[in-house]
């Protein structure tokens, strides 16, 4: 290998990494998501093609929380390597402190863990670390103000913040579990014994040397095949439930005890065509047996399906219950029954509010798309 092809393969290790496949504007073009336009702070993100283009990346880590796919992230600074150094900071000092790294160089800690932006630690990292121990964000509305990435990245941060903080509460665990102040306060009495100093949070050789080896192509030798999309959807939304798995006291969360992460309903008529469940990303939705059953677990919150439907019969409702994620329930949304079509006469099979087969249905959505175009 030349070092032109080295080259080559190294050029895009200075901006974020894009999954094209797992972003769910491919999948149909009815999604119109561009959370990830929305907050990146340099307006670097093109989506003039359908699919994310970057066009310029200062690695602010945004876009990698915005994204409820898992199609973006920074190679070097993903969701589990927060995580990770958190546990390890906590488990060595009693708390994970983080900071962002435009802090001024003489207010740094070799034990802070430094992020580009403090948006860029998603919402499920803080709930995960603030189950193990107390996490402190370095915070200071000035020096965002002073920040190019400040307003988006103080918008993304506070956010996320805000919904662990709910998420926290939910969970019956303390409020001091996760702060952010201005200054660091000393670590209390959860510092191990003996006097061990904390762990360097710095990167790890392993996501170092990842992230030098991703994307290099070698002549004559094929790729790995690329990961399955949902195991990338499913990273942040395992990150969750697996804390709230650990967090989870003998009797189980009480019944009342919700996150502000709403389920799916049925607002309308299903004809269990499978477009919903093939298109899921996350395996969410299932089509089995005449019912359309869906993971609460298993959701990343996408809103693909709500994009995809042809009846737009999906929608969000109530916020999901803890029971609900730890346990993995599933709900049926829909089940097939037979019909008497009101327009046709003919035996159709849908869910229960259904009183049209779809051959009767699209003829008067369609006629009165065209009485309407024509009253124009």
């Known amino acids: 290998m030349d070092l032109e092809t080295i080259a080559a393969g190294l050029s895009g290790l200075g901006q974020v990494r894009l999954e094209a496949e797992a972003c769910i504007r491919g999948k149909s073009p009815w999604v119109k998501c561009s959370n990830c336009q929305e907050v990146c702070p340099v307006n670097g993100i093109d989506l003039g093609t359908g699919r ?9 880590g945004l876009c990698a929380v915005a994204c409820p796919a898992g199609a973006l ?4 600074r993903t969701h589990s390597f927060f995580l990770a150094r958190g546990r390890e900071a906590i488990a060595a000092a009693g708390q994970a402190v983080f900071a962002c790294n435009r802090s001024r160089e003489e207010k740094r800690k070799d034990n802070w863990i430094l992020a ?15 189950v193990r121990g107390k996490v402190v964000f370095l ?32 969970m019956n665990l303390p409020a001091d579990r996760l702060v952010q102040r201005a200054t660091v306060a000393p670590a209390t009495s959860g510092s191990p014994a003996g006097g061990k100093a904390t762990v360097p949070a710095a990167m790890g050789r392993r996501e170092f040397f990842r992230s030098l080896i991703r994307g290099i192509r070698i002549p004559g030798v094929d790729p790995p095949p690329a990961r399955a999309t949902p195991l990338v959807s499913q990273r942040r939304s395992l990150i969750l439930r697996q804390a709230l798995q650990e967090a989870r006291p003998e009797g189980g969360y009480p019944a009342g005890a919700t996150l502000h992460l709403a389920s799916l309903e049925l607002a309308g008529p299903c004809y269990l065509c499978n477009i ?12 089995d047996g005449g019912e359309l059953k869906y993971t609460p677990a298993r959701c990343n ?10 009846q737009h019969s999906l929608v969000r409702g109530a916020d999901l219950t803890l029971e609900a994620i730890v ?21 159709f099979q849908a869910s229960t509010t259904a009183t049209e087969c779809l051959r ?17």
């Open 52 to 60: 994310p283009g970057l066009t310029d990346c200062q690695r602010c």
């Open 73 to 76: 992230e920074d190679p070097e």
């Open 116 to 130: 580009a932006c403090l948006g860029a630690v998603a919402p499920e990292v803080m709930i995960a670390l603030a």
């Open 139 to 170: 915070y200071q509305q000035e020096e965002c103000a002073a920040c190019p990435w400040g307003k988006k990245g103080a918008g993304v941060f506070r956010a996320s913040f805000e919904r662990a903080q709910k998420a926290l509460a939910a």
């Open 276 to 287: 919903c469940s093939r298109l899921c990303p996350t395996g969410a939705l299932e089509l």
């Open 301 to 310: 919150h996408c809103d693909l399906c709500l994009a995809v439907c042809p």
């Open 327 to 347: 346990k993995a329930s599933t709900i049926t949304l829909a089940t097939a029954v037979e019909h008497h079509c009101a327009g046709c006469g003919e035996t």
């Open 360 to 376: 009767c249905l699209f003829n008067h959505n369609l006629a009165g798309s065209v009485s309407g175009g024509g009253g124009a």
